[in-house]
């Protein structure tokens, strides 16, 4: 391009106009004139409710005001503004009651497990067991505080759609424009807009001057929406498709226009999704409805052992004081004290990892429910896309550029068109990306500059002496720069308007006629792979037209190139979907972008493949709620829809068994957040509605991070169940030795002191250190588990029962041995036996397959410390004297020592024989699906088709 000189002159813009309008300059686009007069509000009678059922984008401008009683010069007077104010309320939007720190602090003893152990504390104070009752109650403290303390951390308290509101606007009052609280807003009030202002109401735009709304956070559209003023066919579009209103909490991100408020308060969109927030409760998550059926059969089992041990001692001739007593303790036995303190640091860690892996959790069970999540339904915009706009395709010279040529080597053409991306250009690239305005301009001018090309140079050498703005109806921009010796203009716009004021083309440094349906067909193919296209052009002229109009400056253009823009993926949003997928989730994409642009991004990213179904919300909204039911599970990408949809898709889900993650960024995210089982927000695009009803935020906004959480959350899910396992087999083992002593004619083997200190100190230290577990192998290549699996499945249930017969069998004939050998500590061998018993199970559990050579000894340090505490401490309460009146124990002999040492390694050797059959398939593998997996497992053959759910933690790959 010609050098040209460094001298500016004055800009000429259309109409007087700048790029950047001023707001109380006149505007240049209007609507037409209508003698329609619909009936007046002020004689209607209509309520909030019926004003807000109007379909406002079906009326003209002119209608509306008619609708409303408002003059478009001087707006309402003070005394319509009275009345209207009484009518229809503040303009504000009702903030839902905030839980107080004490009903937070009260929420975490709420649980049926925890209300057993307060019973059983009750119960042991009343004995004469006051440590016991302490010991009990510290348990269920901290196990509450914990919670406490994790819940109240992560709430933020602020009115987050209060905040999202605008605080002012500026009105037309009785012929003056006055600056007014936006909460005294009416319908029938004329607001003016301009760049940044946040839209305070529910608008019938009215007047537009190159009008661009952002309405991500309401809509998840990626980019401004252009308005234009025009009425529109349908009633039943969506909020993204009426591109002639503006809705409250939205962005004016370009231009300048004037609305008529339609709604206000409650009654606007936003207001909708603050009702919808209200009326949907959140559901009580996997692990709380498991460990609730799980604590009210531990009650069962334990007025059972009560009964049962209790009748047996005394038929035997036992005191009966120290039957109850013994019964009693034995039932507080059978209770896992332990397992609401391990559930609790088990997710208080899962959450304290998941935050340094930029997961920050809200509320304590979602550490673990995203370990059952089957469905992960996402948002498109800022979740699975970087939200920002990006060149994705150039087409000049007649052909598609593969690759970016260095300057020296581009042609004149190319050379011309990157030029014109970067002069008619109003954005500002800014220092570690704080770029500013509009984000397709942004993109044009980052290619620009990829191409070797910086504004600042081009901008100093072809100063910009005259503009045309962009508007609606010609969607075209044209900037005019000085050359060395006369004037270059640049137009950028729709291909298919751009391309019929085009007469030649720019082709290897030749003009040549051009071929506009060639041009066309490929703008279509660009648009068709989900690309927002423009076409460039550019036109020497020797001296500015005089007026400059469209008419005259943009005719008898050159052609230079297309230009295909996209908010593209992210980079590893592809690899999580390929993830999720593996694991046995089905990742959905849930938008209300355009159906083109979503199925562009979602086959990208493998959600679907060719020829994929994705579901519009008007056809969505055409289906009844068991016809939806029926095919949701064969969607996977939705466009279009309104967030009481997203509502009806997560509830869909949940309907046919699913377990539901609802990520997103917008305000019309939150209501499907708040309703999924797991609610995943942003947290630096998001906004703080979205935050404020999720149960975790990403803090880098990144898709692939919620499958990192879902690996931590089958990890720490896995742990928990090993705990049980080892608790409840150990718990057993305590049980049968004390039923079966009596009925083989023996003493009572155990003392109420050192039940307690069995399951208090050898079941809680190292049941604790489970939590710091690894996870298993090929943890994310099984399926999620179902709604309806009970904690004990997977063979758990017949793990407990036999290791309790082995532990009872090794105590008894220890006590028979020593007993038999005339010693008197054989109470103090069998106390000991039963301690080793659960240092070699809980060894052996660590892994519900594989074994525990193979994983490594020392592979959970804390475990070993545990277990080396627990030994230690096992042997003072044995071997120090001052001990020894306490728990009613003798030392032993060597030989005592030796027999209640290594006899109960048959424990250890046991599990890793179940634990040998498991991986050969001999046990817990009777479902045909789980022996063809076992079968691909040993042929070393990979499974083909997503994991059969709920035999997946038994059928992985070896």
């Not at 044209?478 to 030649?504: I, N, Q, S, Y």
Request: aromatic letters at 6%; hydrophobic letters at 45%; glycine letters at 8%.
């Amino acid at each position: 391009m010609d050098k040209v000189l460094s001298a500016n002159r004055n800009r000429k813009t259309i109409n007087g106009a700048a790029s950047s309008p001023d707001a109380d300059a006149p505007i240049t686009e209007t609507a037409p004139a209508t003698k329609t007069r619909a009936s007046s509000i002020a004689t209607s009678g209509d309520n909030a409710k019926a004003t807000a059922r109007i379909p406002w984008q079906c009326l003209s401008a002119d209608e509306a005001l008619a609708r409303l009683d408002v003059s478009r010069e001087r707006g309402l007077s003070a005394t319509a503004v009275s009345e209207r104010l009484e009518r229809f309320g503040h303009n504000e939007i009702r903030e839902q009651k905030r839980r107080s720190p004490w009903r937070m602090l009260a929420e975490q003893f709420t649980e049926f497990m925890i209300i057993v152990l307060m019973v059983a504390a009750a119960i042991s104070a009343l004995i004469g067991e006051p440590e016991d009752s302490f010991v009990i109650m510290a348990i269920v403290l901290l196990n509450g505080v914990i919670g406490f303390i994790q819940e109240y951390r992560a709430e933020r308290a602020i009115a987050a759609l209060k905040r999202l509101a605008a605080a002012s606007a500026r009105a037309l009052r009785e012929g003056k424009v006055v600056e007014i609280p936006a909460a005294q807003l009416v319908p029938g009030d004329i607001v003016l807009l301009e760049a940044g202002n946040v839209v305070p109401a529910d608008l019938r735009l009215i007047e537009s001057a190159a009008l661009k709304v952002e309405e991500a956070a309401l809509t998840g559209e990626s980019v401004p929406v252009e308005k234009d003023l025009r009425p529109l066919p349908d009633q039943d579009q969506q909020v993204g498709d009426r591109k002639n209103m503006a809705f409250k909490g939205t962005t004016i991100a370009y231009g300048r226009g004037r609305g008529v408020v339609i709604a206000t308060g409650m009654q606007t969109e936003l207001g909708t999704i603050a009702s919808l927030l209200a009326d949907k409760s959140e559901v009580r998550t996997p692990l709380q409805k498991r460990l609730t059926a799980f604590g009210k059969r531990i009650a069962l089992v334990c007025l059972v052992v009560c009964a049962v041990v209790f009748a047996l001692g005394v038929m035997r001739g036992e005191p009966l004081a120290l039957m109850f007593l013994t019964a009693v303790s034995l039932a507080v036995a059978a209770i896992p004290e332990a397992l609401p303190a391990v559930v609790t640091t088990s997710l208080a860690l899962g959450a304290y990892k998941m935050v340094k892996r930029n997961a920050l959790i809200r509320r304590l069970p979602a550490v673990e429910t995203l370990g059952s999540v089957s469905y992960i339904c996402s948002d498109k915009t800022g979740t699975l896309t970087q939200n920002k706009m990006r060149v994705e395709q150039v087409w000049a010279d007649g052909q598609l550029l593969s690759a970016k040529q260095p300057l020296a080597k581009q042609s004149e053409g190319q050379q011309l068109l990157y030029a014109a991306l970067a002069l008619n250009n109003d954005a500002v690239i800014g220092e570690g990306g704080n770029d500013t305005g509009d984000p397709t301009e942004i993109a044009l001018l980052r290619e620009a500059r990829a191409a070797g090309l910086e504004k600042s140079a081009l901008e100093a050498a072809s100063p910009r002496v005259a503009e045309l703005p962009f508007d609606s109806e010609r969607k075209c921009m044209t900037t005019v720069h000085r050359a060395e010796h006369d004037f270059v203009a640049f137009t950028k716009g729709a291909p298919e308007k751009l391309v019929e004021r085009c007469k030649a083309s720019f082709v290897a440094g030749v003009r040549t006629p051009i071929d506009k349906d060639a041009v066309l067909r490929c703008a279509e193919r660009m648009a068709e792979s989900g690309l927002r296209v423009m076409a460039i052009a550019y036109r020497p002229w020797v001296e500015i037209p005089e007026p400059l109009t469209p008419e005259a400056a943009e005719c008898g253009l050159i052609f230079l190139g297309l230009v295909g823009m996209m908010d593209p993926p992210r980079p590893e949003a592809q690899e999580a979907v390929a993830m999720c997928k593996s694991a046995g989730i089905t990742p959905v994409m849930v938008t209300g972008d355009h159906p083109v642009t979503a199925r562009a991004i979602a086959q990208r990213l493998g959600i679907i493949g060719e020829g994929g179904r994705v579901i519009t919300g008007k056809e969505l909204a055409d289906l009844s709620p068991e016809e939806f039911r029926r095919q949701v599970k064969d969607i996977s990408v939705y466009a279009r829809v309104d967030p009481s949809q997203k509502i009806n898709i997560v509830e869909a889900l949940q309907a046919r068994g699913e377990y539901v993650a609802m990520t997103g960024d917008g305000v019309n995210d939150a209501p499907a957040i708040k309703r999924a089982e797991i609610g995943v927000a942003m947290g630096k695009i998001g906004t703080d509605v979205a935050r404020e009803a999720s149960h975790m935020v990403l803090l880098d906004d990144n898709f692939a991070t919620i499958v990192g959480a879902v690996r931590e959350g089958r990890r720490i899910y896995d742990n928990i169940r090993k705990f049980i396992r080892f608790v409840m087999g150990g718990n057993s083992g305590e049980i049968w030795t004390i039923a079966a002593a009596p009925m083989l004619g023996l003493p009572l083997p155990l003392l109420p002191i050192q039940i307690l200190w069995v399951n208090l100190i050898t079941d809680g230290l190292p049941g604790l250190a489970l939590a710091a577990e690894r996870e298993e192998r090929n943890v994310m290549r099984r399926a999620p588990r179902p709604a309806t699996e009970s904690v004990f499945a997977h063979g758990l249930w017949q793990h407990t029962l036999w290791v309790g017969l082995l532990i009872g069998a090794i105590c008894i004939a220890l006590q028979s041995w020593a007993m038999n050998r005339g010693s008197e500590n054989w109470q103090t061998v069998v106390f000991t036996a039963l301690a080793m018993c659960q240092m070699y199970h809980v060894l052996a559990i660590r892994s519900e397959r594989d074994s525990t050579f193979t994983i490594g000894f020392f592979s959970n340090l804390p475990l070993c410390g545990a277990v080396a505490l627990t030994l230690l401490l096992q042997f003072a309460v044995i071997y120090i004297p001052a001990l020894n009146p306490i728990f009613k124990t003798q030392p032993l002999t060597g030989v005592e020592l030796a027999a209640s040492t290594l006899l109960p390694a048959l424990v250890f050797v046991g599990v890793e024989i179940e634990k040998w059959m498991i991986r050969r398939g001999l046990l817990y593998a009777s479902n045909p699906v789980i022996a063809k997996q076992r079968q691909e497992s040993l042929s070393g053959s990979p499974a083909k088709n997503r994991p059969d759910r709920g035999y997946a933690i038994h059928a992985e790959d070896t």
